[in-house]
């Protein structure tokens, strides 16, 4: 739905530097230029923050299936730290040598 509005908003924005504008045709095909790079960097820049959400809930889900997960070189797993949901961090269990040590999720493999 973002992007229907999108591509409506750079439509509308077109449609005016076409009509109510004093440009020459280069100045718009400038103007022009610059937009779409900016839409097509958010596009991009969107993309890539979903597949590092997705790499992230793969290793949160493989954290709960009780499977060890690498973070930094160190392993994480339900016996030695626990899981914070609201930030998707791994907290180091009290008793174990990763006590209170936080490890965040998108670190991970």
Known sequence: MAYIAGLIIAGL???VLHYFTELKKAQKLGVT???L???SSAVFYNAYQNTQREKMLAVVL???QN???YCNGEEVNASTHTLSIGTYTFI???GTPN???MIS???CE
């Open 37 to 39: 790079g900016v839409i």
């Open 92 to 94: 180091g269990k009290k």
């Open 13 to 15: 924005f077109f449609l």
């Open 105 to 107: 999720a998108s670190s």
């Open 99 to 101: 006590y209170a040590q």
């Open 67 to 69: 499977k060890t997960v």
């Open 33 to 35: 230029a610059a937009v």
């Open 62 to 64: 493989k954290y709960k």
